[in-house]
């Protein structure tokens, strides 16, 4: 396979599939395959890196299983605990970061799902942001339902994020407390409600290259405009506490690879920027052009300033949104 002539194809307009013979990518030499995905993300996506932050709404005791999770109740990792925050609270948190220059702001909630009282706040909260903040507002509540959905559009949120998290054949060896179905039920929701899609996945977890390779090719499918990319931290007290923590190497193929398969997406590097020591300046350059950021200030690279620093000097523009 010619990589550089690939690349140009997909400029082009070509686009992978399942029914292609991929197995390149696991062997291509990864300096040529790097070149190439960023050449896609210049010519295809532009210069524009998309900037999010997280906030933790509700953190700990989720009754869901997920292996890799520090938040599951079934896990041991003595995380963080508290309940739903309050809308003045958050307010407080997102004008800090859209001062920053944040083009995205998304409220997590720990748990299967938010109903009821919950709701209500998280409802009223999102209102209170999109009336005092010039912000994206991206919601990610677990597994909600259509009216929920509905109500969540109204208040002036218009990004969901439900990653997949791996491939079909591997997710239950991942979560076995909700599917794989439910997962691709939750986008179609969102898609109806109008919003954008932020889903992606964690590499790390034990999977092969094929089930990277799956992943990639179900979120092209699915059409999905924001992927976020994480590489697993392992944490003491999950199942997945032990496994050895990836490669530069191995991050940079993988999210390349990505590139290939999503030409259009924001390719969105989320955890495990952390691994490279420079604050993950080849991740840019080889077609990552989004990123959670926040005040993480021990972690180089993760701090807005740093980050909104780094991607400039490296000519990246930052003043528009998604």
Not at 87 to 99: M, T
Not at 108 to 130: I, K, Q
Not at 227 to 239: E, W
């Amino acid at each position: 396979m010619e990589i550089q002539q690939l690349a140009k194809e997909i400029i082009a307009g070509r686009r992978l599939t399942r029914d292609d013979d991929l197995s390149f990518f696991e062997n291509a030499d990864l300096e040529e395959l790097a070149k190439g995905a960023d050449a896609i993300r210049e010519a295809l996506c532009s210069n524009h890196v998309d900037l999010c932050t997280i906030i933790n709404g509700r953190a700990g005791r989720c009754s869901e299983n997920c292996k890799f999770c520090a938040q599951s109740a079934h896990n041991h990792t003595g995380c963080e605990v508290h309940g739903m925050l309050e809308p003045e609270e958050v307010l407080a948190d997102c004008k800090k970061r859209e001062a920053a220059g944040v083009h995205a702001y998304s409220i997590v909630t720990a748990g299967r799902t938010v109903e009821g009282e919950e709701l209500d706040t998280l409802v009223n909260t999102y209102a209170l942001l999109h009336k005092e903040c010039d912000i994206v507002l991206c919601a990610s509540h677990g597994l909600i339902t259509k009216e929920a959905f509905k109500r969540l559009k109204e208040a002036g949120v218009t990004r969901y994020h439900a990653n997949i998290e791996t491939s079909e054949r591997n997710f239950p060896n991942i979560c076995t407390t909700h599917t794989y179905a439910d997962k691709i039920k939750e986008i179609q929701l969102a898609k109806e409600a109008g919003m954008v899609v932020c889903s992606g996945g964690i590499i790390g977890m034990g999977e092969t290259w094929q089930d990277r390779l799956d992943m990639a090719i179900a979120l092209a499918e699915l059409e999905v405009e924001s992927i976020p990319i994480n590489a697993l931290i392992p944490v003491k007290g999950t199942p997945l506490g032990d496994l050895p923590p990836l490669t530069e190497d191995e991050i940079i193929r993988t999210v390349a690879m990505f590139r290939y398969m999503n030409p259009t997406a924001y390719i969105r590097m989320a955890a495990g920027r952390n691994y490279f020591s420079d604050g993950g300046r080849r991740l840019f350059k080889s077609g990552v052009n989004a990123t959670i950021t926040g005040d993480m200030l021990t972690t180089v690279g993760n701090n807005t300033k740093q980050d909104m620093e780094m991607l400039t000097d490296m000519g990246f523009d930052l003043s528009t949104t998604m």
